[in-house]
């Protein structure tokens, strides 16, 4: 009987994150149709994202810039104003397979994340380096 407890309390729980990530995804859908001004929108859904991924303490997004051809950073939380410098090609590292591929990446181990950066050129690597926040 005190293991359905248990179980019981772990699904409330788990019940309760979903709902609460749930909730974080309406409110960035809201705030997208709420406004134009792209860099508002972007910033929300930055702010949203981080919410529901806990682990993680940075990140950016990405858009194609069709003259050069490239991703470049349009919002970022997390790291230097340096980041803005990060421009990748499309099938270059995690991001440009992602775009050219139009399929999502679900990477979870360092190593993985640093093999599949492996064709990431030294001047991306050196910008990313150069814009992690120092604690």
């Known amino acids: 009987m005190r293991s359905k407890d248990v179980s019981l309390h772990q699904l409330k729980l788990e019940n309760q994150k979903a709902q609460y990530d749930m909730m974080n995804l309406m409110d ?3 705030a997208i149709s709420s406004t134009l001004a792209i860099g508002e929108v972007l910033k929300k859904i930055m702010h949203y994202a981080l919410n529901i991924v806990k682990s993680a303490k ?13 991703l470049i950073i349009k919002e970022y939380i997390g790291f230097e104003d340096y980041i803005i410098s990060f421009k990748v090609k499309v099938g270059e590292s995690i991001t440009g397979k992602v775009f050219r591929d139009g399929n999502v990446s679900l990477i979870h181990t360092t190593k993985a994340i640093y093999d599949s950066m492996a064709d990431l050129s030294i ?6 380096e150069r814009s992690q926040l120092k604690n």
């Open 58 to 70: 940075a990140g950016y997004i990405q858009l194609y810039e069709e003259h050069s051809n490239k």
């Open 28 to 30: 960035s859908f809201q």
């Open 123 to 128: 001047e991306n690597m050196n910008t990313i």
